[in-house]
């Protein structure tokens, strides 16, 4: 067998590792990528982001036909079923993966497919299907394997009734009912996508309320609008066990709720992508959850082995995995980073409708005795919303009493992944540049979403005096 040499491996081909791909490219260093699916994009492009955004859009789009007063007459017309709109997806995916494939192309980044395990510090072992083979060695390494869901071992995914966020994409019909067990971004996501079909959703939370870490107001917005939508809602509550029968999957709880229907989503939790890595041949030990631990420069107890994304835990966004990717690979290649990551990083939930957030909440700021107070714009009074139809929704502002900086900003209603960008850019500002008055300051375009920032900037400006 013959050993090839390069100066990086890169293993996985998701956000984190073309990040680190790229940069190293960038600045000459020879890169090859390790990928074990059969196309480039890793879990971000066939299995979660990408397929799940692309499903949210086609129902989005279809609740938009079927509210507009111009199509009332033809709206009984479409039926839509579960796989029709899964396949809206796949244009996109293929596009996604040949656009990638192309960076690496361009870069001169050697892609080589197969499983990748480790036989020494330096050394890989690449397992293509079907038994083949080779050896490559490198004088760094980049873990970026990300993760996938968690099966605990009572439960049985091999049954059709019984789902994870992977397996779920390949329902070949409509459910007439889906309990979802885990009420975390997934789980909140699929609630919200499912409901719109017409499909009796059953919101299992482990928690005492929804999405705990972001603004209760948010969250109790998000609550009231999936229930509106038809989704029961089950805070507090622990699984105890899995009952699939012929006609249906029984959930039962610890508390002796059960809840029947025709598929259970398991939506509770993700296990880093380091089994049978051959990490126990190099001492590297992953955690409980499958993840590697690493320092602030993402190295694990080997300095020369990196591990970026999912695999090292939260954040675990594809956003925020691409930058590590791209940390790491000006660290390997200078030794140290002259920039570090920001610690404020902004979240996008995308369920319908959307939430996005950055910086801090009403509860962490009460908490820490800062002195602020809160700017909002209701979306049912701008001329862009009411124009779209999309008037369900808010965009709130937290701001210091008295530098007036801007410490938080949280949004609920459609295009609040977009909008959130406008605050960010504020609020990162240093000094006196971050301010609320900006908005108060500037001419924004009319109608438009973004006009929403001026609107609450007055609204919270009004509450100091």
């Known amino acids: 067998m013959t050993t090839r040499e390069f100066d990086t491996i890169v293993i996985g081909t998701g956000p984190g590792g073309e990040g680190a791909a790229m940069k190293l490219a960038k600045a000459g260093r020879q890169v090859a990528v390790v990928e074990a699916h059969n196309a480039v994009g890793g879990g971000c492009t066939h299995w979660g982001t990408i397929p799940s955004k692309a499903l949210r859009h086609s129902i989005q789009t279809l609740a938009d036909y079927r509210r507009n007063p111009l199509f ?31 960076y690496y192309q361009r870069n001169r980044v050697e892609v080589v497919f197969g499983r990748a395990r480790f036989l020494a510090p330096d050394r890989i072992a690449v397992e293509r299907p079907g038994g083949a083979a080779q050896e490559l060695t490198a004088r760094h390494f980049v873990v970026a394997t990300g993760s996938r869901p968690y099966h605990p071992p009572d439960v049985d995914f091999s049954h059709p009734r019984v789902r994870d966020s992977d397996s779920i994409l390949a329902l070949a019909h409509t459910p007439r009912s889906l309990t979802i067990y885990g009420a975390g971004v997934i789980g909140c996501e699929y609630a919200s996508i499912m409901s719109y079909l017409d499909i009796k959703v059953n919101l299992v939370n482990t928690r005492d309320r929804l999405l705990s870490n972001l603004d209760d107001e948010i969250t109790d917005a998000l609550s009231y609008h999936l229930r509106q939508s038809g989704v ?45 890595m051959g990490l126990e041949a190099i001492d590297l030990t992953p955690n409980r959850r499958g993840q590697l631990e690493v320092n602030a420069s993402y190295q694990t107890a080997l300095p020369h082995i990196y591990a970026v994304g999912d695999v090292v835990g939260p954040p675990a966004l594809a956003s925020a995995s691409y930058d590590q990717g791209r ?12 920039w570090s990551l920001i610690e404020e990083f902004p979240t996008g939930i995308y369920t319908v409708p959307e939430i996005s957030s950055i910086g801090r909440s009403e509860r962490e700021l009460t908490a820490a005795q800062v002195p602020y107070e809160v700017a909002e714009a209701d979306f049912k009074s701008l001329a862009r919303a009411q124009i ?22 949280h949004c609920f209603g459609e ?21 609320i008055r900006y908005f108060t300051e500037t001419t924004f375009n009319y109608p438009t979403m973004a006009e929403a920032y001026r609107v609450a900037a007055l609204n919270g400006i009004n509450r100091l005096f």
């Open 388 to 409: 779209t139809g999309h008037t369900v929704g808010m965009l709130k502002i937290l701001f210091h009493r008295e530098t007036l900086a801007i410490l938080g900003i």
């Open 327 to 338: 940390f790491v690979g000006a660290h390997i290649v200078n030794g140290e980073c002259d």
């Open 72 to 102: 009332q007459h033809t709206r009984n017309q479409i039926e839509v079923d579960f796989p029709d709109l899964l396949r809206a997806a796949d244009g996109v995916i293929n596009e996604q993966v040949r656009t990638r494939y192309r």
């Open 415 to 435: 295009q609040a992944a977009e909008i959130v960008h406008i605050g960010q850019a504020i609020m990162s500002q240093q000094g006196a540049a971050n301010s």
């Open 232 to 276: 029961v809602i089950r805070n507090d509550e622990t699984a105890d066990r899995v009952e699939t029968t012929d006609d249906g999957v029984v959930l039962h709880c610890v508390s002796g709720k059960k809840f029947k229907t025709e598929v259970l989503l398991w939506a509770n939790g993700r296990t880093g992508n380091t089994r049978d």
